[in-house]
Each structure stands twice: as structure tokens, then as C-alpha cells.
T-cell receptor
């Protein structure tokens, strides 16, 4: 079983739609979680950290459920520019090593 | 603010040739540094990470090596490239407490 698992998609949604991605992790010792965004042929970029209490940044909301070991990302009012691959990421221990999921591809259509 | 540089941006090398990719970070001291490879259509594979000068940990056995000769410089090398070494090579840095990683623009390597 992969340490961080995501549905690869693709998720095809119309502009303005709300879309949610879920991610599960297997290591209960995971300490921190993040969502990264990767555009085609570009480097991953940090979208947001995920806090236990949940956090929101504009149209993006991230939630962490430690009991069920899953993380979610909600995107409201989708824009064409949101089309990308979204990577769910966990950190284990204090080395700073991150475990990346395979990514979920989002295509927002006009 | 911190910035991370990688070069070259693209590289085409024949099988059996050597490789040297360089990564430098500005605006931070004693960062953790990482080398990843991403094969076409695949996820990120951690190759090496370093918590300090001269301290390198290898994640996967292969014909690649890494070195950290200075605090903010990380080098990925190979003596003889294989076809399977083709991919997108990414350098990243992080720092406590959250260890969020920030990536360089990457080097796209094609071994022919």
C-alpha cells in the first residue's frame, strides 16, 4: 500500500464548479501535510499547508482528519487557471522528508 | 526572500556520458536540500537529501551520486548515464519547523 494515496482522476469540471479531492495516508506518525500544485512540465509549488483545525485560503479549503487518516482539498468557483495536478504530501519525522502522492489531475472546462 | 536556482534547464546527453546538475539556494542558511526525479507521467521520486555540508542520504540505489560542498549548493552527478536516467530532475530546500519544501525550476534530462 502506498504511504499517500490519491485518486489520479482526471476530474473534468465546468468553470464555477466546486470540486473536492481526498487523499489517504497510511503512517499515523505523519506530522504535517501539504497540498502542492504542479502545472504541466513545471515544478511543484506549495499551495497550502494543512492544519488539524482546517484552513482556508481564498477559494481553497484544506481539512485534515487524523482519526480517519485522510486529507481533503476543496476548490470553490473553479477557474480555468486551476487546471493542474494537485499533489497530496505528508511529512514523517524531523528529517524534513516528504512523501508525495501520485497527484490528482484537474481539468476545468469553459 | 529565498530563491532556488537550477541549471541547466534542459540537457540532452548520450548513454555512458557523465552528468553534473547544480542547485543553489539564496536567502537562507543551513537548509535541508533534496534531489528528486520525475519520470514522464509519474510521481516524484526522492533520490537524495542532505541536512548539512557533506551529509548526504541516498534513498534509492542507482548510478547517481550527490554532494554538498557548500551550505547552499547541492550537486547531482553520474559517471555514466543510462537511458533510464531520463526525466525531470528537481532540487528543493526546506527548513524547520514545518519543513515545507520549495522547488527549483528543474532540469529536463534526455538520455539518448
Amino acid at each position: 500500500r502506498k504511504e499517500v494515496e490519491q485518486d489520479p482522476g482526471p476530474f473534468n469540471v465546468p468553470e464555477g464548479a466546486t470540486v473536492a479531492f481526498n487523499c489517504t495516508y497510511s503512517n499515523s506518525a505523519s506530522q504535517s501535510f501539504f497540498w502542492y500544485r504542479q502545472d504541466c512540465r513545471k515544478e511543484p509549488k506549495l499551495l497550502m499547508s494543512v492544519y488539524s483545525s482546517g484552513n482556508e485560503d481564498g477559494r481553497f479549503t484544506a481539512q485534515l482528519n487524523r482519526a480517519s487518516q485522510y486529507i481533503s482539498l476543496l476548490i470553490r468557483d473553479s477557474k480555468l487557471s486551476d487546471s493542474a495536478t494537485y499533489l497530496c504530501v505528508g511529512r514523517i519525522g524531523n528529517t524534513g522528508k516528504l512523501i508525495f502522492g501520485q497527484g490528482t489531475t484537474l481539468q476545468v472546462k469553459p | 526572500s529565498q530563491t532556488i536556482h537550477q541549471w541547466p534547464a534542459t540537457l540532452v546527453q548520450p548513454v555512458g556520458s557523465p552528468l553534473s546538475l547544480e542547485c543553489t539556494v539564496e536567502g537562507t542558511s543551513n537548509p535541508n536540500l533534496y534531489w528528486y526525479r520525475q519520470a514522464a507521467g509519474r510521481g516524484l521520486q526522492l533520490l537524495f537529501y542532505s541536512v548539512g555540508i557533506g551529509q548526504i542520504s541516498s534513498e534509492v540505489p542507482q548510478n547517481l551520486s550527490a554532494s554538498r560542498p557548500q551550505d547552499r549548493q547541492f550537486i547531482l552527478s553520474s559517471k555514466k548515464l543510462l537511458l533510464s536516467d531520463s526525466g525531470f530532475y528537481l532540487c528543493a530546500w526546506s527548513a524547520p519547523p514545518l519543513y515545507e519544501q520549495y522547488f527549483g525550476p528543474g532540469t529536463r534530462l534526455t538520455v539518448t
